[in-house]
């Protein structure tokens, strides 16, 4: 039977923008916790550098709890450092196996933190109820729509009207959220922001994006989605953030 | 994390919290072949692909038929043959014991063409 | 009812947590692993290939997808 303690691993949290001629990164880590209290440690290549904590992989739990602390930490180093967030459970063995890859992808890495240094992820949900919608949409818009032939009495036509009606309800609601997203869009500009939206990822969610803008914007991607809201009663909108960029990394690594 | 990060939001979130609580799979990145549900497991991947295509072949289909240019006997046509797809895919279901929810695992950008 | 309110709060804050760390961020290797009776066999990378853990598992180890393609003599693409 093997006694010996399990293998320590490395945990990688983030890949940090680095450029400060002073390294004081290990200066600002040891102010801070890993998850259960471990310890932060960087290791650095040229102008970044990654932080990581030392587990026994075995005995990693990779549960809700944990992964929620793994992201506090990465908050906390985000207040001090623009940095791309690591998905959770990205281990590597060694120290150098870290540094190579930081080596192997410098450039990579440099390029997309200077495309989101000073700012801040935010995340926009829009909610709606499809009967509500279609209250609304009917009330609202005029809608031109070709009748199935009059002959309905064959099982398989039924069933044919039904997912025709089905269909139409759905392209519906998806003239819909184009109408949001183009609404969203307008301000986004305004704001210089980087964009991805999506439309109807599931049945209740019209509209979800993440939006990348300068922290000093906050206060009026807050006012532009309270604007919004009131034009449009009948969808909820929730808007979360500052998130660091999690949704911003372009890297592909090598 | 301490901070809450909810910006803006009118009143409460309880009506979506049903939405929520759809999300609570995280395990599905994993997916687990026990020799309990190892048949499952598999079926899961497989059914979840091809429930895929059919959704994509029905919403083709209905564009089809919304647009106008088909006769009434190629609607009958398309009809039967759409709804025995769905009745087969039922059965699958039903045999490998899965629901809808089940297979709804994101699969990526292929989520997308839903 | 205030309860409801912060749970749905907190409910939210998870949902939005959770998606970025677990779907979100750099990637080392890719997202889905099929194993049977705990043995990692199969996966399945972001755009749905397949390829063997051992491929995936030199990988990790720091050489490059053309070294690996050497070594594992496949033609699976990363």
């Known amino acids: ?254 | 994390m301490s901070d809450d990060k909810i910006l803006f939001n009118t009143g409460s979130l309880d009506e979506i919290s049903d939405i929520l609580g759809k999300f609570d799979d995280i395990e599905n990145s994993k997916l687990k072949l026990t020799p309990d549900n190892a048949d499952s497991g598999l079926a899961k991947l497989v059914l979840t692909l091809v429930e895929l295509i059919r959704k994509l072949v029905e919403k083709q289909a209905m564009r089809r038929v919304d647009g106008g240019s088909l006769t009434e006997e190629e609607i009958e046509r398309l009809g039967e043959t759409l709804w025995k797809l769905e009745m087969k895919m039922e059965e699958l279901k039903k045999h490998f014991n899965l629901t809808d929810r089940d297979l709804n695992i994101n699969l990526g950008p292929l989520g997308d063409l839903m | 009812m205030y309860d409801n309110v912060v749970d749905s709060s907190r409910d939210m804050t998870l949902l939005e947590v959770l998606d970025r760390v677990l779907n979100k961020g750099v990637i080392l290797v890719g997202d889905l692993v099929i194993s049977v009776a705990d043995i990692d066999l199969v996966y399945v990378g972001v755009k749905l290939m397949l390829s063997s853990v051992e491929t995936m598992e030199q990988l990790k180890d720091g050489k490059t997808p053309a070294e690996v393609k050497r070594i594992a003599g496949t033609s699976d693409e990363f």
């Open chain 1, 1 to 254: 039977m093997n006694f010996n303690k399990p293998p320590m691993e490395k945990l990688i949290y983030a890949i940090l923008l680095n450029k400060s001629e002073t390294d004081n990164l290990q200066q600002v880590l040891s102010g801070m916790a890993g998850i259960d209290k471990t310890a932060l440690n960087p290791i650095s290549f040229g102008q970044i550098s990654a932080v990581y904590g030392n587990f026994s992989k075995s005995d990693f739990a990779a549960n809700q709890a944990v992964a929620i602390a793994f992201a506090g930490v990465i908050d906390e180093v985000a207040k001090h450092y623009t940095l791309l967030p690591m998905r959770f459970g990205s281990f590597m063995k060694t120290s150098d196996d870290i540094a190579k890859m930081l080596e192997q992808n410098h450039d990579g890495f440099l390029q997309n933190l200077e495309k989101v240094e000073n700012k801040f992820e935010f995340g926009l949900k829009v909610f709606g109820d499809s009967t509500k919608i279609q209250e609304h949409l009917k009330a609202t818009t005029p809608v031109e729509e070709k009748p199935l032939s009059e002959n309905e009495g064959s099982k398989f036509k039924i069933y044919v009207n039904k997912k025709l009606q089905a269909h139409r309800l759905e392209e519906r609601l998806l003239t819909f959220a184009d109408t949001i997203v183009a609404e969203i869009t307008q301000y986004l500009k305004q704001m210089e922001a980087t964009s991805k939206i999506r439309k109807m990822a599931s049945e209740y969610i019209l509209v979800d994006g993440v939006f990348l803008i300068k922290k000093n914007q906050q206060q009026q991607l807050v006012d532009a989605i309270g604007a919004l809201q009131k034009q449009y009663p009948e969808i909820k909108f929730v808007l979360t953030g500052p998130w660091p960029p999690y949704n911003f990394v372009e890297v592909k690594l090598k």
